[in-house]
């Protein structure tokens, strides 16, 4: 059984990229069920940072071609454009990356606490699709366990940033003092949440929400005292925004060029800013060349992700500790499960050959006692369970990933073996 993993992550590709194979929440039951059409069991993990997709299957290369026919599906894009983004990752490779991505280690900004949420989110909604087997489940459980532990454990998300606060600080390095500004923010979801927070939090006294379901742009504004705002009056919205933070889950831009071109026009002199950490983006890229207008994409976050995590470092390492830690003992768990089939079935072979010898001698025999009898069952089981003994464990801790010792006692023994 391999664990393959194949996926592209702000390292690998620009936004651009990635927003095209991002699978946005509210899709993934259907692009589960599209993964299902090419490899099953499979698992997606997609976030802003990355898209990702595990599988855990008896062939490695057809599970990286599946995976790959499937991210094509949604890459409107050359097959050499995805090749060049992409990296597979196989069984410990996969597994270590999981753990990392999990501790908050590959994400843009380190020890974020949200992909510890995303991660079993989306171990959920593979489970309700039932596209996940016993080694998907198992590795995923144990990332997430992982996870809080480096968390409890370590000081890696201590003061933790997230992207949409990093998005406000990004807002403070471009206007400065953000007292006196007004802003818009699009999205009251959870980006929506934390960056409105964040910039109260900063001294942002106006703050309005747009968002696409009114009841919950209102929700979020009452609890900053702000203001919410329909969809449908965003443009005009603009016209008194001095700064934009787009964070919602639209599949399409929200604001494009001939609207802000109309907005920009209502309010000469005066710059709009505009941070969007959406993927996909909220705000065509296009709109950057319009005069006065600031935008910056999610990827513009860079620097104060990296200053970030050059202050993480120390930590960085104890968290790699814990995870070689872990590593040693989800090995030991992945080599007894690949060996459990022919466990089994050495087990069962053993106990039919202890039955049937049994019985044909207790034919022979004069009646026995219940007492008798059960002292000959307990002495045969015994004989059986000590011969067995050594090899089983000797199978469980010696056995590779390529099952050679499996392979040799099932051929010896004539096994029949069952996946
Ligand atoms: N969560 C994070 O930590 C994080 C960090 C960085 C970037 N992001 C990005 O920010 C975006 C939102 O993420 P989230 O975690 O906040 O998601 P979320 O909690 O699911 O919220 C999604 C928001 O997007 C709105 N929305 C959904 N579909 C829409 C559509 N078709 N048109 C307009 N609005 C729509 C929702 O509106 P209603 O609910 O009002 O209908 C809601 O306000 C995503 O692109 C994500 O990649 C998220």
Redesign the pocket.
């Known amino acids: 059984m391999n664990i393959c993993l194949v996926g592209v992550n702000h390292r690998t590709a620009p936004v651009a990229i990635r927003e095209k194979v991002?699978i946005?929440?509210?899709r993934l039951n259907e692009a589960l069920q599209l993964l299902r059409s090419h490899v099953s069991p499979g698992l997606i993990l997609s976030?802003?940072n990355r898209t990702e997709v595990y599988t855990a299957t008896s062939g490695a290369s057809y599970a990286e071609a599946a995976i790959l026919a499937f991210l094509r599906t949604h890459l409107d894009a050359p097959e050499a454009t995805l090749l060049k983004h992409t990296y597979v990752l196989n069984d410990k490779a996969a597994c270590e990356h999981l753990f990392r991505t999990a501790c908050g280690l590959d994400s843009m900004i380190v020890g974020?606490y949200?992909v510890l949420g995303q991660v079993r989110q989306s171990l959920e909604a593979a489970d309700k699709s039932r596209m996940v087997n016993l080694p998907l489940r198992h590795l995923f459980q144990r990332a997430i366990r992982i996870g809080r532990r480096v968390r409890e454990e370590t000081e890696i998300s201590k003061n933790a940033l997230?992207?949409?606060s990093v998005a406000v600080d990004l807002a403070t390095e471009v206007i400065g003092d953000l007292t006196s500004c007004k802003m818009l923010v699009i999205?009251?979801?959870?980006?929506?949440?934390?960056a409105a927070k964040a910039a109260k939090d900063r001294g942002v006294s106006r703050i309005t929400v747009v968002?696409?379901?009114k009841e919950?742009?209102s929700k979020l504004a009452t609890a900053l005292g702000g203001q919410p705002v329909s969809?449908d009056r965003l443009v005009e919205e603009l016209d008194s925004c001095s700064l934009v933070m787009a964070?919602?889950?639209?599949?399409?831009y929200?604001l494009d060029i001939p609207q802000i071109e109309t907005v920009m026009k209502r309010r000469p002199g005066l710059p709009l800013v505009i941070i969007d950490?959406?993927?996909?983006r909220n705000v065509a890229p296009a709109v950057s060349q319009i005069k006065n207008v600031f935008l910056h994409n999610?990827d513009a976050l860079s620097l104060v992700a990296e200053q970030n995590r050059k202050q993480r470092e120390g930590e960085t390492q104890r968290v790699a500790e814990i995870i070689t830690a872990e590593m040693t003992e989800f090995s030991t768990w992945w080599q007894t499960f690949e060996v459990r089939p022919v466990v089994r079935a050495l087990m069962k072979k053993a106990e039919e050959v202890r039955y049937s010898q049994l019985n044909k001698t207790l034919k022979r025999l004069r009646p026995l006692s219940d007492e008798e009898r059960d002292s000959l069952e307990a002495m045969t089981k015994s004989i059986v369970t000590k011969l067995l003994q050594d090899p089983i464990n000797y199978l469980k801790t010696n056995a590779n990933n390529n099952g050679q010792y499996a392979e040799l006692v099932n051929k010896l023994l004539g096994l029949e073996v069952e996946n």
Not at 187 to 194: H, I, L, Q
Not at 247 to 252: E, G, I, S, Y
Not at 277 to 280: D, E, G, M, N, R
Request: aromatic share 0%; with cysteine.
């Open positions: 991002a946005r929440a509210g976030t802003c974020e949200e997230s992207v949409s999205g009251a979801g959870e980006a929506g949440r934390v968002s696409r379901t919950r742009a969809m964070c919602a889950d639209a599949p399409h929200l950490i959406a993927v996909p999610i």
